[in-house]
């Protein structure tokens, strides 16, 4: 009888390695869930811009010559998903310069720049193209560029040079203005 007391239960060894296995499942299923995640907040910062874009085209056709601002986004029905701040960088109708980002650390921001109020992917526009605010790694701060977003590289309009130009040089006027 007393023999039988002593072999109820586990031992040490089968709890450890059923710990073991728990915790290799557990990693594999982070790692398998991370990159998705990652898409999901880029994915939903693209989309936040989508919408406020529309809600500006929206405003424009009744205030062709306004000047756009977070209220008038919000009056017009534009209500931002948690966590992703889209910000009026230039709210004019000549030059209509919208960034849009996940607050999440490696999310990437999205930016979409017109001349003139057009529909989306017109020629005198960049599209929803991914922002690196850096530019490439060795490039400076004051020499930003955008980078087309994965699967919008043919898109009309993303190969307007005179349209990233002016862009550009927007982009340097607002470091400076944010530097200085």
Not at 73 to 86: E, K, W
Request: glycine fraction near 10%; charged fraction near 15%; charge should be neutral.
């Amino acid at each position: 009888m007393r023999q039988d007391l002593q072999r109820s239960g586990f031992t040490l060894l089968e709890i450890l390695l059923v710990i073991s296995i728990i915790c290799v499942l557990a990693s594999i299923a982070f790692f398998s869930y991370s990159p998705s995640m990652g898409k999901t907040h880029d994915t939903v910062a693209q989309e936040d811009l989508r919408q406020a874009y529309t809600a500006a085209m929206a405003y424009f056709s009744d205030h062709p010559h306004g000047m756009l601002t977070q209220t008038e986004l919000s009056h017009y029905g534009f209500r931002p998903s948690p966590n992703v701040s889209v910000s009026i960088i230039d709210g004019s109708p000549d030059s209509l310069f919208l960034l849009s980002r996940y607050s999440a650390p490696g999310a990437r921001a999205y930016i979409t720049y017109s001349k003139g109020v057009t529909s989306p992917g017109g020629p005198h526009q960049i599209w929803m193209a991914q922002w690196t605010p850096g530019g490439p790694p060795a490039g400076n701060p004051g020499t930003s560029s955008p980078h087309p977003a994965p699967g919008q590289a043919g898109v009309s309009g993303q190969n307007a040079d005179p349209v990233k130009a002016e862009l550009l040089e927007k982009c340097n006027l607002l470091a400076k203005t944010v530097l200085g």
